[in-house]
């Protein structure tokens, strides 16, 4: 019997499963998240594909994986318990004041996300480190003592530590750590120089009290999910998703809950790299649509762009300063608030407007018949024949195409329009808002978005690629197999791995090889129990280092992979031409009269490399007669055949209009694309040149 292996995504909407075989075979499954207890729709989705497939839990012999949207909805929803800061004295107002960057410099009634942690709860020590690490004042024990009596009297559940230049010498914030585990071990702890042992005091202490703010619900939360699963017969130890594209155990995960923040979007990305690799893509956009956002990830070389800093819970989505900053490693992608869930309504000027607030799954759009009262993506896609109301989730979901188009109408009655007009608005508009986030995402970055191919997923990504694909300039649109639960099927395919950073800021020229090295064997440490907690062999684990260079004088850093023996050799002119070559690839120029600095180190620790056998889905029976359904297009209607997915055969070619349909999604291809079947399963949709004259 092939080793399985199973992988729980859950979503705004939607949590998704796949039960993996290293042979290629698998089986998937869908059903709604239970948000009021997530463990409800965990145990439901694995026990509904376990039953599919015939297989019980001590089957699972390989790995179990799981990807959440836990701590972002945490903070986006403000769930967390009542949290403190302990920072240096004259220091308290470092959330509030932030750092002093305004998103947007011309707008006098700029807003900002509250703070998670208020000024009240946020408290000061005498105490103080140099910048140089040296240590000024050392904290006093009484007042240190008297502080944990004052927290726990006001009932706090979770604490936040970040001291000034904590991340150069830890000492002083250690022994607030330590004296809080004496005196209260019942309350949830984050040092910052655990957390986010980098430079910048604010983005500092805002990692480390979105970690606070997280923990008492995401530990308690992955440490029952593991006792469950044992409880349950999986023999294997449960391994969490992170933003950075690893998977780590669940205890590690636990400790640090501010790396799940982009869990499940990072899975996606992973899961779009591995089909650029297998077929020799080089170049894609990733393309995940679900039932709350839709998320893009540019992949180049068959690998996600990395950053070292993002933002989450941005009053503003497009304007960078507008959300709580992030430093800890993530895949660099733009997540758009325009899902199958998302709200249809009337602006303030009167115009059509979609997203960003969802529906969720509960109640979720009108046609699930669940309570929603307002309009989504979903129910315009249902009233635009795109989606087969007694076909959804393969039958087992009804869908109230009547109820859609009632709401639609009202919609319509204070737009000036009539059901059908605002469906395709609908249709429209949310396809112009991802196209336009991928332009600003990309032009950003300084790639060419122009002629990408599109790798969609996610529930609703198939339905929407090719109007998007055809905004964005580009002639393909690739539909793996597996597509609407394709971030659950990449959790399968990343190694264990853990991403560290430590700043340490030194001019190259003058750079102490010793202190150097200490910090990098403290990371890789670090990275090595981590990786061996969560199953691998210590002889199976890599080590990957970089450094975050920049010219002196410069406040941004480009992060700059430090290969073969160049840290054994010693020499600082070698790691001078790595960045200097990376930065005039990247701005065109080199400023050699500048002093060079190095930041921050990075390691990363690896684990073994999963097997890469192209996945195809085990196909359910089933009696099907050739049928098509009148669909609407943004330009005219057409009648379109509609096919299962399960009978599409390799190499077929078929030209749309088309409707191809599994049963946790539809793929729908626009007049004037053709589609073939490759070798791996995947659906290639093509633009055709417009005829000549």
Known sequence: MAQLSISVDIGGTFTDVVLRGDDGSCWVDKTLTTTDDLQVGFFKAITAVLEKAGYGPSDVTDLVVHATTVVTNAIIERKGPRTALVVTEGFRDVLTIRDE?????????LEVPSALIPPEMTFGIRERTRGNGEIHVEPVLEEIEDLVHEVVSAGVTSVAVCLLNSYRNAANERLVGETFERLAPEIFLSLSSDVAPQMREY????????NAFTKPIVK???????????????????????????????????ENPVRMIESGPAAGALAASYFADTLDLGDVVS?????????????????????????????????????????????????????????????????LKVGPQSAGSKPGPVCYGRGGMQPT?????????????????GGEMSLDEAGSRKTLAVLGNDLGLDADQVAVGIF????????????SHATDRGVDWRGVPLLAFGGAGPVHACYVADLLDSGQVIYPPLASVLSAFGNLVTPVRLDLARSDIFE????????????????????????????????AITMTISGDIRYAGQHNELTVPLTGDIIGRRKSSDIRQLFEDTYEKKFGVRLEELEVELVAWRVSATGPEIKKTPPHAVPLKSETDDKSRRVRFPEREYDVPVIPRAEVASG??????????????????????????????????????????
């Open 428 to 439: 429209e508009l949310v396809g112009e808002s991802m196209a336009s986030a991928i332009r």
């Open 652 to 693: 077929q070619k078929m030209q749309g209009p088309l409707i191809i349909e599994e049963r946790e999604t539809t793929i729908v291809i626009l007049p004037g694309w053709s589609v073939e079947v490759n070798g791996v399963g995947c659906i290639v949709a093509t633009k055709e040149e417009p005829a000549n004259g």
């Open 287 to 351: 393309f995940d649509m679900g039932g709350t956002t839709a998320k893009a990830c540019f992949i180049k070389d068959a690998q996600p762009l990395i950053t070292g800093d993002f933002e989450v819970d941005r009053i503003y989505r497009f304007q960078h300063g507008s959300g709580f900053p992030v430093t800890v490693p993530c895949i660099d992608m733009i997540e758009i608030g325009a899902g199958g869930g998302s709200l249809a309504s009337k602006d303030s000027m009167g115009l």
């Open 101 to 109: 960057c305004r998103s947007d410099i011309f707008d006098n009634q």
């Open 377 to 393: 993506v979903t129910d315009a896609d249902l009233c635009l024949g795109m989606l087969d109301a007694g076909n959804f989730l």
């Open 220 to 254: 308690p939360y992955l440490d029952g999910l593991a006792k469950r699963l044992r409880e349950a017969g999986f023999g294997q130890d449960l391994l969490i998703m992170l933003s950075s594209g690893g998977v780590i155990g669940a205890a590690v995960a636990g």
């Open 508 to 539: 190259l020229s003058a750079i102490d090889w010793d202190a150097a090295d200490a910090v990098i064997e403290e990371m890789q440490t670090e990275g090595r129990a981590a990786l061996t907690d969560a199953g691998c062999a210590t002889d």
């Open 203 to 210: 983005p500092r202490a805002s990692t480390t009290a979105l």
